[in-house]
Each structure stands twice: as C-alpha cells, then as structure tokens.
C-alpha cells in the first residue's frame, strides 16, 4: 500500500513540474508530450521561456 501511495505522489509530482507532462491549456484531455506528437510524430520542445507578468 505504501509503494502505491509514493508512486501516486511521484506521479502528481511529475505532471505539475514536467512540462511534457502537463495538461496542455486549449484541450484538458490531453498533455503537452501527447498534443506535439499529435501535430506531427518526433516533435518535441528543445526550449521554453518562462514569463512572469508581475513585478517581483
């Protein structure tokens, strides 16, 4: 029972932190990795920009 309680917390972990592995905005259903392999096969993100719209 533990060993299912930490992966389901590994799980949680690496679907908010992973980016190919988040829930892609326009469409809940489906995760970043899953929707690029949907524009066409082998797609993939070499590089992102995190921006923040509030004055830190």
Not at 15 to 28: H, T
Not at 44 to 54: E, G, I
């Amino acid at each position: 029972m533990i060993k299912n309680i930490a992966q389901g917390r590994l799980n949680k972990f690496f679907k908010e932190s992973c980016l190919m592995e988040q829930d892609f905005i326009q469409d809940g259903e489906l995760t970043v990795g899953k929707y690029l392999e949907k524009i066409q096969k082998g797609l993939v993100a070499v590089d992102f920009k995190r921006v923040n719209l509030n004055q830190d």
